[in-house]
């Protein structure tokens, strides 16, 4: 048996057509899918970017422990499992932080192949001053990271230089090379994170004419400094790299067909998380305020644009369809190690959904937990969200202290201070969850808290992380 995780980041579930979108094109993701058993109760769990690949190496709910931080000496993860079993393990990856600055994610990895260039990448210096496609007052990190970016794809001319196609066409090389070998392939693509820079002819498919500026790259804000026009081609910008992602995303399934690897091959295709358009009245997945004085920063409810992803999984001899089974990025590596028969390491938090995969079992997990770091109040005030499908509660607890958070985007950023509401939506009955349920429900609310409560308690965590929710 080999393995494959393949991860697209910012993928929103809601716009792949195997997910019930009818207006984006992803024919590839929707036609593998027909081949794989097909996830709908998948969640975030450590959020985001960073903090997820780290749940996914490890096996660990690492929010409850850590922040977005560099892999440590201590911590085991999949690739040296993999290896001391006898597998050959690669990693092929366009996503920068989990790469750059000595942030060590490729350890335990036989080879690993970094994609250069996505957004922070200190990759290329020229042109100096890259033109920008709107009002800088728009743009996130207008004079930081968006400068990089555009500087690192002054070069392109074809489809086939973006990141997806490059990470994508480098994994299919490696599988040409290696697919006689059992191997552990982990293949990561920041698309469709921003900055939006697909083709233009793509973009062109969801709206068509658009003359007004183009904010590839929003701040993470509320909508109101879009005009209407710009926020409706932001989610066409947006469309344009899923559908971009597709395309690339399909040649890799393609090759492991014709390589006769679905035979001996269990693959993982899924996000880290989703991202607002717009939704709640806000874009992005956080709130960042550029000052004088330098940045501040707030996390927002992780509502289920942001929390709920896909989870497509293809393994020798599955039975194509759908399950409610609820699964989370620290199970990848649980059921892996049970796949291949191999004693994962200790200390692990994720559990093997093999038998979900087999047809043996309808359910996984009870609940599930999307958070960012709860080792401190502050910068980050952190407000878990815990669902057990039908009921979502974004819980409220005690600040730890103030600090400092680099998540979203590595840079460090001053906390707003913001107090939280706690929140309980009924996602079945309000699927866009505009009506706070909590005051007739809070039963529910407790409950889930509780579960909250009880978890942090099996997976270990410190007391005092856990007083602040109890």
């Given at each position: 048996m080999n393995f494959m995780v393949v991860i697209s980041d910012t993928l929103r579930r809601?716009?792949?057509?195997?997910?019930?979108?009818?207006?984006i094109s992803t024919p590839n993701i929707d036609r593998f899918a027909e081949k794989c058993l097909v996830f709908d109760r998948a969640y975030s769990g450590s959020f985001p970017t960073v903090p997820h690949r780290r749940d996914v190496m490890t096996g660990r709910y690492t929010f409850k422990y850590t922040d977005w931080a560099r892999m440590t000496p201590e911590e085991p993860v999949m690739a040296e499992m993999f290896g001391k079993a006898g597998y050959t393990t690669m990693l092929v990856a366009d996503c920068p932080h989990i790469i750059e600055n000595g942030f060590w994610f490729d350890k335990g990895f036989d080879g690993w192949e970094w994609i250069r260039g996505q957004e922070s990448d200190r990759w290329k210096t020229s042109p100096a001053e890259p033109e920008s496609p709107c009002d800088e007052s728009k743009i996130r990190s207008a004079r930081g990271l968006t400068r990089h970016h555009r500087r690192n794809v002054s070069w392109w001319r074809y489809e086939e230089d973006r990141f997806a196609a490059r990470t994508m066409s480098e994994a299919c090389r490696w599988l040409e090379d290696n697919y006689r070998e059992n191997f552990f392939l982990y293949v990561d693509t920041f698309d469709p994170h921003e900055p939006w820079d697909a083709p233009q002819y793509f973009?062109?498919?969801y709206d068509p004419g658009y003359e007004g500026e183009v904010v590839d790259y929003p701040q993470y804000s509320y909508t109101d400094f879009l005009a209407a026009e710009e926020l409706k081609h932001c989610r066409a910008l947006y469309a344009?790299?899923?559908?971009?992602?597709?395309?690339?995303?399909?040649?890799?399934?393609?090759?492991?067909?014709?390589?006769?690897?679905?035979?001996?091959?269990?693959?993982?295709f899924t996000a880290d998380h989703g991202f607002l358009l717009g939704e709640h009245e806000i874009i992005g997945k956080a709130l960042i305020e550029y000052t004088e004085k330098g940045r501040k920063f707030s996390y927002i409810p992780l509502y289920s644009e942001i929390s709920r992803v896909p989870w497509i999984v293809s393994a020798p001899g599955i039975k194509p369809g759908r399950t409610e089974a609820i699964v989370q990025a620290p199970d990848i590596m649980a059921t892996f190690a049970d796949a291949a028969g191999i004693d994962p390491p200790g200390g692990m938090d994720g559990k093997s959904f093999?038998?979900?995969?087999?047809?043996?079992?309808?359910?996984?997990?009870?609940?599930?937990?999307?958070?960012?770091?709860?080792?401190?109040?502050?910068?980050?005030?952190?407000?878990?969200?815990?669902?057990?499908?039908?009921?979502?509660?974004?819980l409220t607890g005690k600040k730890l202290g103030e600090g400092t958070d680099r998540a979203v985007d590595g840079l460090e950023k001053e906390g707003y201070g913001r107090q939280?509401?706690?929140?309980?939506?009924?996602?079945?009955?309000?699927?866009?969850?505009?009506?706070?349920?909590?005051?007739?429900n809070n039963n529910v609310y407790q409950g889930l808290k509780e579960q909250f409560v009880k978890l942090l308690e099996e997976w270990g965590t410190e007391d005092k992380l856990i007083d602040a929710w109890r």
């Open positions: 809601d716009f792949l057509g195997c997910y019930g979108n009818d207006w973009i062109d498919m344009a790299e899923v559908t971009l992602v597709d395309r690339w995303v399909g040649r890799l399934f393609q090759k492991v067909e014709d390589l006769g690897l679905l035979d001996n091959t269990m693959i993982v093999k038998g979900v995969v087999e047809g043996k079992k309808k359910k996984h997990r009870e609940a599930a937990v999307s958070s960012p770091t709860i080792i401190r109040g502050g910068a980050a005030d952190t407000q878990p969200a815990v669902t057990d499908g039908k009921w979502a509660a974004h939280y509401e706690a929140l309980l939506y009924d996602r079945e009955n309000d699927p866009r969850e505009e009506t706070n349920a909590i005051k007739e």
